[in-house]
């Protein structure tokens, strides 16, 4: 089993960066596959960003070019740094696990799961 707790969300204005961080236990981290999700107020869950266990990274169109996903399987950490944030980035930002990277995009791939951290960037 793998808990995951995110930080770093925030308030930040239009243009700005943050990072958020999500910190898994269990020492078979490194197997697993790490996605980024996001769901902003009275609309779906939806993919952001997928790092594979071996390192591959996949984005959302919507963010390509401007967030990085990464990972340090020493630390157990899965990493998001959103740059050029826009207004309608404003969502809750949620860590996830799956076993293998098919079907990265589907929310519903992924087995465990944060309690989320909130990002709001204000125009």
């Known amino acids: 089993q793998v808990q995951l707790v995110e930080s770093g969300g925030g308030l930040v204005q239009a243009g700005g960066s943050l990072r958020l961080s999500c910190a898994a236990s269990?020492?078979?981290?490194?197997?697993?596959?790490m996605g980024w999700f996001r769901q902003a107020q009275g609309k779906e869950r939806e993919f952001v960003a997928h790092i594979s266990s071996g390192g591959s990274t996949y984005y959302a169109d919507s963010v390509k070019g401007r967030f990085i996903i990464s990972r340090d399987n020493a630390k157990n950490t899965v990493t998001l740094q959103m740059n050029s944030l826009k207004p309608e980035d404003t969502a809750i930002y949620y860590c996830?696990?799956?076993?293998?990277?098919?079907?990265?995009?589907?929310?519903?791939?992924?087995?465990?799961w944060g309690q989320g951290t909130q990002v709001t960037v204000s125009s």
């Open positions: 269990g020492r078979t981290f490194s197997t697993y596959a």
């Open positions: 996830a696990a799956k076993y293998g990277s098919t079907w990265y995009g589907r929310a519903t791939e992924y087995v465990y």
